[in-house]
Nanobody
Framework: QVQLVESGGGSVQAGGSLRLSCAVS????????MGWFREAPGKEREGVAV????????YYADFVKGRFTISQDNAKNTVYLQMDSLKVEDTAMYYC?????????????????WGQGTQVTVTS
């Protein structure tokens, strides 16, 4: 059974940093795309970052470029999202997702497995 468990969320002041972790079990994600998504109240879930090609390639949504970094540690079966220079508008529930494919995409429909999410709140 595939399980993705996010952690690392919390409350932080604007300009601060958080590192989210996604522990993966029951699935070998190396060679497949892994993504981070977020959903703010009243808004649709949106893609934040994706890592693919065995962790060699990454892609970011414009609104996080230069501030967030996605990475993976295959030995620990964990995917990370380092979030720096956080803004109030980054406040959302953050989700980790895994795909059975290997691609550059931030479309939610391309991802097959999802975690339960971790809340990130950025205060002014």
């Amino acid at each position: 059974q595939v399980q993705l468990v996010e952690s690392g969320g919390g409350s932080v002041q604007a300009g601060g940093s958080l590192r989210l972790s996604c522990a993966v079990s029951g699935y070998t994600y190396s060679g497949h795309s892994m993504g981070w998504f977020r959903e703010a109240p009243g808004k649709e879930r949106e893609g934040v970052a994706v890592i693919y090609n065995g962790g060699i390639s990454t892609y970011y949504a414009d609104f996080v470029k230069g501030r967030f970094t996605i990475s993976q540690d295959n030995a620990k079966n964990t995917v990370y999202l380092q979030m720096d220079s956080l803004k109030v508008e980054d406040t959302a529930m953050y989700y980790c997702a895994a795909s059975r494919g290997n691609f550059l995409s931030l479309y939610t429909r391309r991802f097959d497995y999802w975690g339960q999410g971790t809340q990130v709140t950025v205060t002014s």
